[in-house]
């Protein structure tokens, strides 16, 4: 880590294009030969994130490193699903490494569009793995990148919804940090309450979460509210079981957490990027917010907030404590041309050395950088602990496991998460909504047999 160390300190003095030739030596420790591909180029499809931001500045050192010229395009999340299928499925290979998370990852290896990995980690001439550490990678992490224990991706971003507050406020209201979700809507009430008696505060509100529907947006932080009471979307042979008083127990409170008083006016059309930023500006109290967010609000240029906040896990069910894990991955289009140079960008953008620069963007899911450096440099101790429950707890949802299926079955649950949010019926929603679902994956599953 002594390296680390030296390497974080000449990024703090110089830009990452001016220090190139003085920091190659980190990477070329592994031995490989990283030049086999110079003079080619490659395209790399990003998302807005801020993990995918991070990552920008530093694609010089890989430049000079390689001597691979790459191209790197960033789009708001929609638009980078949108682009991804379309080079994807029309096959025309306009990206070679590609951003990859659990929802999208069923469909992109059911249909051969995207590489496994294993043989090309497997390959001495291009990997070095005592160098490249897989192990140190969380297993949880890993898990998220895999179709039949098979790797079809690594990830670079681990992150998974938490519970964001403002201990300031807390602790000058005397308020507990909710440990389970009636405690959290009271807690909500609570602090409005609160909030309302002191004109200091005023345009601030309790708490947000999201509400937007979409595949992967409103169900990411739906679904552990659900699994938390018992509830399951689809069971192990891939029928229904949303029809179930559990999960009409867990939407009900879901939308007493998100609709009504303590609430944004205008809380079912946030996205989750708005409630990020109300947040971060002082005005929002609390939030269920994906734990990498905290790169966002932990200095002063970033946030008004930077030293009122903490974090803990999410709250608990009646039957568990649960929440989504999510990895941003990288992964190789079957339609490259360049294949071998878009894994050489991808062991290094996922190496120990790169995720130690990006810790100051992103949400490494290495675990010797956090231990060695980020839980000592973000400085919050329930954070810290929320972060080694995600670590150490976090298991996906089945729908999320990479399901073939779930871009439909996603898209069907979260339009009826969002009806729910307007004041639907929860009883007869669910209902017709399972109907729907069982209705789909028989048309999915007899497509599929169909094609093969």
């Known amino acids: 880590m ?118 090309y980690l497997d390959n001495p001439l291009i990997t070095d793995k005592t160098w490249y550490q897989l192990e140190d990678i969380s297993e949880r992490s890993l898990t998220l990148c895999k179709i039949d224990n098979k790797l079809y991706s690594l990830p670079f971003d681990f992150s998974a919804p938490i519970y964001f507050y403002r201990k300031d406020l807390f602790e000058r209201f005397n308020l507990e940090v909710p440990d389970t979700y009636e405690q959290l809507h009271a807690t ?59 999960t009409a127990q867990s939407l009900k409170m879901y939308r007493n957490l998100v609709t ?17 930023q109300l947040f971060k500006h002082g005005k929002l109290a609390s939030a269920i917010l994906a734990s990498h967010f905290y790169n966002e609000i932990d200095t002063a240029e970033e946030s008004d907030i930077w030293n009122k906040w903490e974090a803990a896990p999410l709250p608990k069910g009646p039957v568990a404590r649960e929440t989504s894990p999510w990895a941003w991955a990288f ?24 995720a130690a620069l990006l810790s100051t963007g992103g949400s490494p899911p290495r675990q010797k950088v956090w231990h060695e450096k980020l839980f000592t440099l973000v400085n919050k101790p329930g954070f810290n602990n929320a972060m080694l429950w995600v ?19 996603g898209e069907i649950i979260s339009q009826t998460f969002s009806q729910i949010f307007y004041g639907a019926d929860i009883k007869q929603l669910i209902k017709s909504t399972d109907a729907k679902i069982n209705a789909n994956m028989h048309a999915l599953k007899t497509q599929t047999k169909s094609s093969q």
């Open 2 to 119: 002594k390296s680390i160390k030296l390497l974080l300190a000449a990024i703090a003095l110089f830009s990452p294009v001016s220090i190139a030739s003085a920091t190659l030596q980190y990477w070329q420790q592994a031995n490989i030969n990283w030049q086999s591909e110079a003079g080619s180029h490659i395209n790399i499809l990003a998302d807005e994130q801020p993990a995918f931001l991070a990552l920008k500045p530093y694609i010089p050192l890989f430049e000079q490193l390689t001597g691979i010229s790459v191209g790197f395009h960033a789009l708001e999340q929609s638009q980078m699903r949108s682009r991804r299928h379309q080079d994807l499925s029309e096959g025309l290979g306009l990206y070679d490494v590609l951003p990859m998370g659990i929802t999208f990852l069923g469909e992109a290896q059911n249909q051969g569009w995207i590489e496994p990995l294993q043989p």
């Open 188 to 246: 909500k009430i609570k602090l409005q309450r609160a909030i309302d008696a002191d004109s200091k505060l005023a345009g601030m509100h309790a708490f947000a979460s999201r509400t937007l529907p979409g595949a992967g947006l409103n169900t990411w932080t739906v679904l552990p509210v659900m699994r938390a009471y018992g509830a399951e979307v689809l069971n192990e042979q891939g029928v229904s079981t949303f029809d179930s008083p559990q």
């Open 391 to 409: 670590f150490e707890h976090a298991t996906p949802d089945r729908l999320q496991a990479g399901m073939v299926e779930f871009p439909v079955i």
């Open 331 to 354: 992964a190789i289009n079957s339609h490259s041309n360049k294949k071998i140079a878009a894994w050489l960008f991808i062991q290094w953008a996922t190496s120990e050395q790169t």
């Open 260 to 276: 009504g008083y303590g609430n944004p006016e205008n809380s079912r059309l946030l996205h989750f990027y708005e409630i990020r």
